[in-house]
């Protein structure tokens, strides 16, 4: 079984302040790491993933995550957030392939960050 | 391409009656899932399919009934809905091959009086 935990429920910050959103895991499978973001009134996109390689993974629009396997862990960071950034926040794992829970995304609850001018 | 689609946007029932969310899309993905949304919770997996004639419960499946005769529809049906099912649901679909990135549709917000 996997299971996700986003530490923070709501996170405020001021406009071009840094921000870092946390997410713990745990699995006893090898993992694969993502972030989807919902902005109001829609469905989740996603924002950035984790499969092999770096650990450091970016977004386009200026989002990185870092996976820690040691600390089970893939938090989300952005040195200067915009009010655009506004949004709620999922961290998601799902089995790497070739085992039973290969494609099953598990969410966690979800950070709702709120970017103030 | 439209993408994702559902309807309805907003449906209002009424204890122990049934109704059908519809999930559409037209990107010729093999993978869909329906998840629903709860404040706290985020999204839990309510089944999903693999392909056409194919489907398989998620982590919460009970009251929930699906079938997929076409690769484009998965509609979810509830059949005798109670309280405990308002929730926001979400319609999701993705290429087998990268089930992972998964393409949400907009949500159908459901209460059930």
């Known amino acids: 079984a996997q299971s996700v935990t986003q530490l923070d429920s709501q996170v405020p910050v001021f406009e071009e302040a840094p921000v870092e959103l946390r997410c713990n895991y745990s699995s006893s499978v090898s993992v694969y790491l993502f972030w989807y973001v919902q902005y109001p009134n829609q469905g989740l996109q996603l924002l950035l993933k984790y499969l092999s390689g770096s650990t450091l993974v970016e977004s386009i629009n200026g989002f990185e995550a870092e996976f820690n396997k040691s600390q089970t862990s893939f938090h989300l960071r952005k040195p200067s957030v915009h009010i655009s950034d506004t949004a709620e926040y999922f961290c998601?794992?799902?089995?790497?392939?070739?085992?039973?829970?290969?494609?099953?995304?598990?969410f966690g609850q979800g950070t709702i960050l709120t970017v103030h001018p | 391409n439209a993408g994702v689609t559902q309807t309805p946007k907003f449906q209002v029932l009424k204890t122990g009656q049934s109704m059908t969310l519809q999930c559409a899309q037209d990107m010729n993905h093999e993978y869909m899932s329906w998840y629903r949304q709860d404040p706290g919770m985020g999204l839990r997996l309510i089944h999903y399919?693999?392909?056409?004639?194919?489907?398989d419960q998620g982590e919460v499946p009970n009251g929930y009934n699906v079938s997929r005769s076409t690769t484009e529809d998965f509609p979810l049906r509830l059949l005798s809905a109670a309280p405990s099912q308002t929730s926001v649901y979400f319609c999701?679909?993705?290429?087998?091959?990268?089930?992972?990135?998964?393409?949400f549709g907009p949500g159908t917000r459901l209460t059930v009086t």
């Open positions: 399919s693999v392909g056409a004639g194919i489907t």
């Open positions: 998601a794992v799902s089995g790497s392939a070739g085992g039973t829970s290969y494609g099953k995304l598990t």
């Open positions: 999701a679909s993705s290429y087998y091959r990268s089930p992972y990135e998964q393409y």
